[in-house]
């Protein structure tokens, strides 16, 4: 099975609430980048492969569904493909991906619907990443509004460390009363994606690329080698770029996996990706 990262064009954030969660609003998109898991039902919890501990989400999502339902004893096997701590939710994903496995080699009698409602107190991005399709995501990111955007050719460049997710908010220093989130869907759905550049905000952005100034070069390099629109993915360190040639897309990979740690090339993924209702074998 599959679970799949995504990136956020745009993260505009409005507030703190009092249970520590900011509000934002963002558009999620699914990639084509996919860490691959096996789940089996055996006599005692296990994973094999990368494990962070009591922290890893594989455990937790695990953890969640027992508490309600009991012992539910499983094998995972994980073989990582996306890199952890980057701002595409490969470890979310990999939780996600638990919650929905674990429902139904038990068969749970709990619905789509329901898992991706409850499963917000494990983390702010499980919802979207249950859902796993383009969407707008408000609240915490847990309230999602689908949306159809055609695929695009994305070069992803990772400066091979991990960026705590609690350490980018406590950077965030002023919020933003309005979003242009409609005005990127817009945008894309056209494919004017030079023109995400005059909309686009990540309101993480400065605080991260202030801690680590190589991101800001990433996206400078990315726009030099022929990206339409570069930006940093949710809470990085992670940039993303779009193209609109796969040619494009290529030959930008060819001069910058010369100079970072990590280059992927990939792509936002259309409707046959996402985790409900979809586990890809």
Avoid at 2 to 23: C, P, T
Avoid at 167 to 178: D, G, I, L, S
Avoid at 187 to 201: F, H, P, W
Wanted: aromatic fraction near 8%; charge should be negative.
């Amino acid at each position: 099975m599959r679970a799949y990262g995504k990136i956020n064009v745009g993260l505009w954030i409005s507030g703190k609430r009092a249970d520590g969660y900011h509000e934002i609003k963002t558009l999620f998109l699914p990639i084509g980048l996919y860490d691959e898991i096996e789940i089996v039902k055996t006599a005692a919890f296990s994973i094999e492969g990368p494990n962070y501990g009591e922290k890893d989400l594989m455990a937790k999502a695990h953890g969640f569904l027992e508490n309600r339902f009991g012992p539910l004893p499983v094998k995972i096997v994980i073989q990582k493909n996306i890199p952890a701590g980057a701002g595409l939710a490969g470890g979310t994903a990999d939780g996600a991906l638990v919650l929905k496995a674990v429902r139904d080699i038990y068969s749970l009698p709990v619905a789509d619907e329901e898992l991706i409602h409850d499963c917000a107190v494990l983390g702010a991005d499980f919802p979207y990443c249950l859902y796993g399709k383009a969407a707008v995501g408000e609240g915490i990111g847990d309230v999602l509004r689908p949306v159809n955007i055609p695929p695009y050719p994305v070069l992803l460049l990772n400066p091979g460390f991990a960026v705590s997710t609690k350490a980018a908010y406590e950077k965030v220093k002023a919020f933003h009363e309005t979003a242009a989130v409609d005005d990127a869907v817009n945008l894309l759905k056209e494919g004017r994606l030079e023109g995400l550049r005059d909309v686009v905000v990540n309101d993480l952005y400065p605080g991260v690329s202030g801690m680590h100034p190589v991101i800001d070069g990433m996206i400078r390099d990315l726009y030099e080698a022929g990206a339409a629109f570069s930006h940093m993915s949710g809470s990085g360190p992670t940039v993303y770029a779009l193209f609109k040639k796969i040619e494009d897309r290529d030959a930008a990979y060819a001069i910058l996996r010369k100079k970072y740690k990590i280059v992927i090339k990939t792509e936002t993924a259309g409707e046959e990706h996402g985790t409900i209702g979809n586990s890809h074998q």
